[in-house]
């Protein structure tokens, strides 16, 4: 596996793998006031390699940015082994009463169960993606993922279970 951005705009396995590691993400959107807003969104998913899709739970601000302004960014780190990756793009989004809500919104109603009520998804068409490193990357390079992870979890004071 690489750490180099995957070629193109498209999310391959590498990015997947990211997304399955990650526990959230941040969506940054840009207010009517010019001002960027960012929040992070813990039920988000892939779909297919050119999209992110994202459950809107409690989301009004960013759901009124993108209605304004739909050039969206998306981040999201596997926290342990200190990675993962920026996605920018444009954002629509998804009413439950749209053909689209069930297809767009599967994997996301699968997360979220009984306990979240998902009032929109917000669909990101993938423009870029670009790998984000934790600084000890370029500091440390000959440090292996496992070494990465131990130092995390060290940091974290936790352990994995199994």
Same mark, same amino acid.
């Given at each position: 596996?690489?750490?180099?951005?995957?070629?193109?705009?498209?999310?391959?396995?590498?990015?997947?793998?990211?997304?399955?590691?990650?526990?959230?993400?941040?969506?940054?959107?840009?207010?009517?006031?010019?001002?960027?807003? =960012?929040?992070?969104?813990?039920? +988000?998913?892939?779909? &297919?390699?050119?999209? $992110? %899709?994202?459950? #809107?739970?409690?989301?009004?601000?960013?759901?009124?940015?993108?209605?304004?302004?739909?050039?969206?960014?998306?981040?999201?780190?596997? =926290?342990?082994?200190?990675?993962? +990756?920026?996605?920018? &793009?444009?954002?629509? $989004? %998804?009413?439950? #009463?749209?053909?689209?809500?069930?297809?767009?919104?599967?994997?996301?109603?699968?997360?979220?169960?009984?306990?979240?009520?998902?009032?929109?998804?917000?669909?990101?068409?993938?423009?870029?993606?670009?790998?984000?490193?934790?600084?000890?990357?370029?500091?440390?390079?000959?440090?292996?993922?496992?070494?990465?992870?131990?130092?995390?979890?060290?940091?974290?004071?936790?352990?994995?279970?199994?």
């Amino acid at each position: 596996m690489t750490d180099r951005p995957p070629a193109g705009a498209t999310i391959d396995a590498t990015v997947r793998t990211d997304i399955d590691n990650a526990v959230l993400c941040w969506l940054a959107t840009l207010g009517r006031d010019g001002l960027p807003n =960012v929040t992070p969104k813990e039920i +988000f998913s892939s779909h &297919g390699d050119d999209r $992110i %899709v994202i459950a #809107d739970i409690a989301s009004a601000n960013s759901v009124a940015n993108i209605r304004a302004n739909p050039g969206v960014c998306v981040s999201f780190i596997d =926290v342990f082994r200190q990675r993962g +990756f920026k996605i920018k &793009g444009m954002a629509t $989004i %998804v009413p439950p #009463d749209s053909d689209d809500f069930p297809v767009l919104g599967a994997a996301l109603l699968r997360m979220a169960g009984d306990a979240f009520p998902i009032r929109h998804v917000i669909a990101i068409r993938v423009d870029r993606v670009e790998r984000i490193l934790a600084p000890s990357y370029h500091l440390f390079p000959e440090r292996t993922e496992a070494e990465r992870m131990e130092d995390a979890y060290a940091a974290y004071g936790v352990r994995p279970v199994g």
